[in-house]
T-cell receptor
Framework: RKEVEQDPGPFNVPEGATVAFNCTYS??????FFWYRQDCRKEPKLLMS?????NEDGRFTAQLNRASQYISLLIRDSKLSDSATYLC???????????WGAGTKLIIKP | DADVTQTPRNRITKTGKRIMLECSQT?????MYWYRQDPGLGLRLIYY???????NKGEISDGYSVSRQAQAKFSLSLESAIPNQTALYFC????????????FGQGTRLTVV
């Protein structure tokens, strides 16, 4: 089992719709969580950190569920420019490791 | 200009050849990293450096070596390239620990034939 798992997609979503995807992690000692965005053939860029209480940044909402060991990303009112691969990243202090998921591909259609 | 610059951007090399990938940054960060990305896999850490005198192995350091020539420069070498080192390589920097925001270069697409 991979330490960080994501549905690879692609998720094909019409413009304006709401889309959500999850990421599960196996190390219960994980302490820090992030979503990065990666456009095709480009470098990853931080989208948002994920806090225990959940956090929102404009149309994007991130949630953490420690009991079930997953984080989620919700995108409201999706735009064509949201098309990208979304990478889930988990950090564990105990073994000092940053583990990257393989990403979920999102395609927003007009 | 990009804050983190990688050269070359693309490279095709033959099995057994030595190749160096270079990374320079203007962000003033002490911490620098080399990752590789393969289809269907997450980014994997090859080496990281917390300052000029500090070099640490990452998850997949075998077959690679690094040099931190200055705060701003961190190079990755493949001493004898093999086909399964074909991948997209990223250099990154951060202002703090591994769990702080990483800033990536544009990547180097390496093909070993």
């Amino acid at each position: 089992r991979k330490e960080v798992e994501q549905d690879p997609g692609p998720f094909n979503v019409p413009e304006g719709a709401t889309v959500a995807f999850n990421c599960t992690y196996s190390n219960s000692a994980s302490q820090s969580f992030f979503w990065y965005r990666q456009d095709c053939r480009k470098e990853p860029k931080l989208l948002m950190s994920v806090y225990s209480s959940g956090n929102e940044d404009g149309r994007f909402t991130a949630q953490l569920n420690r009991a079930s060991q997953y984080i989620s990303l919700l995108i409201r009112d999706s735009k064509l420019s949201d098309s990208a691969t979304y990478l889930c990243v988990v950090f564990s202090d105990s073994n000092y490791q940053l583990i990257w998921g393989a990403g979920t591909k999102l395609i927003i259609k007009p | 200009d990009a804050d983190v610059t990688q050269t070359p951007r693309n490279r095709i090399t033959k099995t057994g050849k030595r190749i160096m990938l270079e990374c320079s940054q203007t962000k003033g960060h002490d911490r620098m990293y080399w990752y590789r990305q393969d289809p269907g896999l997450g980014l994997r850490l090859i080496y990281y450096s917390f300052d000029v005198k500090d070099i640490n192995k990452g998850e997949i350091s075998d077959g690679y070596s690094v040099s931190r020539q200055a705060q701003a420069k961190f190079s990755l070498s493949l001493e004898s390239a093999i086909p399964n080192q074909t991948a997209l390589y990223f250099c990154a920097t951060s202002d703090g620990d591994l769990n702080t925001e990483a800033f990536f270069g544009q990547g180097t697409r390496l093909t070993v034939v």
